[in-house]
């Protein structure tokens, strides 16, 4: 549950809040994990989450997130939920619930939440992914009752790897604002951009850098802000990286936002922008698309076809000339800008909004359990 965490984090309780609005009565069982540290929550008592309840658990260890507690306390408890759905894989938690789940018995799903997309698999430890998914994980997801994914994506990636006999694909849901958001006016030419996201090699940040250094070098005025956390070491190469691109002075490195924060720095940009190198959805994509931005994203992002179909925005493949291509059509096309901005908040309220994926959620599980 900690929004260091990245996407899942943000998703999943905006998701339980939504169930809960539309009548389900909804418990998050999670472990202290905040990241390197722990949360100081307390453990094993129900707490409200804002229209949930939510109950933390001791974790034992960092490296695979062990919490034994936690799937004892799914074991003695389980029986008293209609659905078991789990989120994530490759942690001892979301690995084991389902066994604990399979044996009460109760109906489970599964949302692998990205941990089956390509670069992951590829890139972090796919020895032991591997061995995961033939002694372990490929048997949860034939035993599931669903398997969910957010996008066609991720359903595509994740089955190259494991064999679900009932897929579903919902989107995730964001807050989108009943009327525009004010954007913020600037007469000093400045073009703004804004990236937000969890700061990692996957999400394409040196090819952003690239290609700000090379549109400002054509005469172009702008600004980046990245707004995300990461390794120390990681931000300290990227840092680097602008200082050797000459580029430093105009990017701002504003850390972790959220709530009005994050509501502010869409407010101030004239685009979002995310060159991911594989994206299973794009939670920050969808919320800069509700607050009516329009948005520069890699082919690889989940929700890149919505995105060109709806035409509320660029959808570019991973290469340099292509994103600087991109930022200069936006500058030179304000009008553009505008139309973009308008159609992605008509996309965001169709297709991403928090009622609409809690109904289709609950009809997911209403089949379920009437299967």
């Excluded at 169709?350 to 994926?357: G, K, M, N, R």
Aim: charged residues 20%; positive net charge.
């Amino acid at each position: 549950m900690s929004p260091l965490r990245g996407g899942p984090s943000v998703s999943v309780p905006t998701l339980c809040r939504a169930l809960c609005e539309a009548g389900a009565h909804v418990t998050v069982v999670t472990t202290n994990d905040n990241g390197p540290d722990k949360s100081a929550a307390p453990l094993g008592v129900p707490i409200d989450a804002g229209g949930f309840e939510c109950l933390y658990f001791s974790r034992q260890s960092a490296a695979y997130t062990i919490s034994l507690p936690l799937l004892q306390w799914l074991e003695r408890n389980g029986r008293s939920y209609d659905v078991i759905h789990v989120h994530g894989a490759f942690n001892h938690v979301s690995d084991f619930a389902p066994r604990a789940a399979y044996r009460l018995p109760r109906p489970y799903g599964i949302s692998p939440r990205g941990s089956l997309a390509a670069w992951g698999m590829g890139m972090r430890r796919p020895l032991a992914k591997r061995v995961l998914l033939r002694m372990l994980i490929g048997q949860n997801f034939k035993r599931a009752a669903f398997a969910h994914f957010t996008s066609d994506q991720e359903r595509r990636e994740s089955e190259y790897h494991i064999h679900p006999s009932h897929p579903y694909v919902i989107p995730n849901g964001v807050l989108v604002p009943p009327t525009s958001q004010p954007r913020v006016e600037r007469s000093d030419g400045i073009f703004r951009l804004v990236f937000v996201s969890r700061i990692d090699p996957m999400k394409g940040l040196e090819l952003l850098l690239e290609a700000v250094a090379v549109a400002i070098r054509r005469g172009r005025a702008i600004e980046l802000t990245v707004a995300g956390v990461g390794r120390d070491a990681y931000l300290a190469s990227l840092g680097a990286l602008a200082t050797q691109l000459g580029v430093a002075a105009s990017v701002r490195w504003v850390g972790f936002v959220e709530g009005r924060a994050k509501e502010a720095a869409l407010a101030q940009a004239d685009a979002f922008i995310l060159s991911s190198w594989n994206e299973s959805f794009g939670v920050a994509v969808a919320e800069a698309l509700a607050a009516g931005v329009p948005v520069v994203v890699s082919d690889q992002v989940g929700i890149s076809p919505e995105i060109a179909q709806a035409e509320a925005g660029l959808v570019v493949t991973c290469h340099v000339d292509a994103l600087v291509d991109a930022i200069e059509n936006l500058i030179l096309h304000p009008e553009d800008r505008r139309r973009m901005g308008e159609n992605g908040r008509r996309l965001a309220r169709a297709d991403f909004s928090l009622p609409a994926t809690a109904r289709r959620m609950l009809a997911m599980y209403e089949q379920v359990l009437g299967a």
